[in-house]
């Protein structure tokens, strides 16, 4: 266990490190947006395109992989969706919870936190877990949010629109393409012109220490919106107005998507990994624990994003990745070691 916490620990002080500089304002929460839009468009995909060119074919185009991974996300959702759903979650809260329940960092912390653990052949893996999450799973919650308006005025644009949009952010979104030139360059084995190249590799050796910190003030960031928010509606109670902010998500709606994301999703998918070798799918042993340990990452933070754009409730979405990231500390070595 403590040569996985010698890994590890670096990964988790980086985020800790962006987590203090945002909370004390060293780093101004107006920097934020621009440090994830360096990742998301520049590092990244740069990370993406160079393990995607330099892993070999028959890895990034494994259907085993993808199967067990796109079943245990699919059940994840419908599962989150089922049993969230109720008096105060709606479809919009339900669909963002279960894909904040499915959806792991895997590109911001997963692409460097695993290959350092486990070598540079988990990468086609995890590319595999990433095209599906992206374009999948993501989508799939995306329509699902729209299923409020089903019966109201929106009944035929609700769902159409958002399918529409899911579309629209996949197309615009680089690390889809990225993904898929990199396994174009592998499948041809073609290299790309040196100078270019180097340009790739800085920007890819950026992505790991940039995403990690920025995880950090994403976090700090929600937590200080949060305690102002808080502060906010106490003022307007004592006055006795009515507060335009929503009240705080209970709990009981947090804990259970944050047990689902770390211990549900991952034995889930260790089962179905389970299963398809019994059947005789060509699923390998370190590929099944590559994404078992995808699995058992923390919440991705780009779905805070999408929430707020989407209207769900952001502070749920919010408070579950924190927790979800604060416990990966923990659960993350644990799982390692259980499965080595």
């Known amino acids: 266990?403590?040569?996985?916490?010698?890994?590890?620990?670096?990964?988790?002080?980086?985020?800790?490190?962006?987590?203090?500089?945002?909370?004390?304002?060293?780093?101004?929460?107006?920097?934020?947006?621009?440090?994830?839009?360096?990742?998301?468009?520049?590092?990244?995909?740069?990370?993406?395109?160079?393990?995607?060119?330099?892993?070999?074919?028959?890895?990034?185009?494994?259907?085993s992989v993808a199967l067990v991974w796109g079943l245990g996300a699919l059940a994840v959702v419908a599962g989150v969706v089922v049993f969230t759903r109720n008096a105060r979650i709606g479809w919009n809260d339900a669909a963002f919870g279960a894909l904040v329940a499915a959806f792991p960092n895997t590109g911001f912390m997963g692409v460097p936190l695993l290959v350092a653990l486990l070598g540079a052949q988990a990468a086609g893996p995890i590319i595999i877990t990433i095209a599906f999450d992206l374009i999948v799973t993501s989508s799939l919650c995306i329509a699902l949010s729209r299923l409020d308006e089903v019966g109201g005025g929106a009944a035929q644009h609700g769902p159409r629109q958002a399918a529409r949009q899911a579309l629209r952010?996949?197309?615009?979104?680089?690390?889809?393409?990225?993904?898929?030139?990199?396994?174009l360059l592998s499948a041809a084995r073609w290299r790309l012109p040196g100078p270019v190249e180097r340009t790739i590799a800085m920007l890819a050796d950026a992505a790991s220490p940039v995403?990690?910190?920025?995880?950090?003030?994403?976090?700090?960031?929600?937590?200080l919106l949060a305690r102002e928010h808080g502060a906010s509606a106490a003022v307007a109670a004592a006055m006795g107005t009515r507060s335009a902010v929503?009240?705080?998500?209970?709990?009981?709606?947090?804990?259970?998507?944050?047990?689902?994301?770390?211990?549900?999703?991952?034995?889930?998918?260790?089962?179905?990994?389970?299963?398809?070798?019994?059947?005789?799918?060509?699923?390998?042993?370190?590929?099944?624990m590559v994404i078992v340990l995808v699995a058992a990452l923390p919440s991705a933070s780009n779905v805070s994003m999408l929430a707020e754009r989407f209207g769900a409730d952001n502070g749920r979405i919010a408070r579950i990745i924190l927790w979800t990231t604060v416990a990966t500390f923990f659960s993350f070595p644990l799982a390692v070691g259980l499965l080595r």
């Open 1 to 63: 266990m403590l040569p996985v916490f010698l890994v590890t620990f670096p990964f988790f002080a980086l985020i800790a490190a962006g987590y203090g500089a945002a909370r004390a304002r060293v780093l101004p929460l107006d920097a934020i947006p621009g440090l994830n839009t360096f990742v998301l468009y520049f590092a990244l995909p740069c990370m993406l395109l160079r393990f995607g060119a330099g892993t070999p074919i028959g890895q990034l185009l494994d259907g």
């Open 169 to 183: 952010g996949v197309l615009v979104n680089p690390m889809p393409w990225s993904i898929l030139l990199g396994v």
């Open 211 to 223: 995403a990690l910190f920025t995880i950090g003030a994403v976090l700090a960031r929600s937590a």
């Open 246 to 288: 929503p009240p705080k998500a209970p709990m009981a709606d947090v804990l259970p998507v944050v047990l689902v994301k770390l211990l549900a999703h991952p034995v889930l998918v260790w089962a179905l990994g389970q299963g398809a070798i019994a059947l005789g799918l060509p699923l390998s042993s370190s590929a099944l």
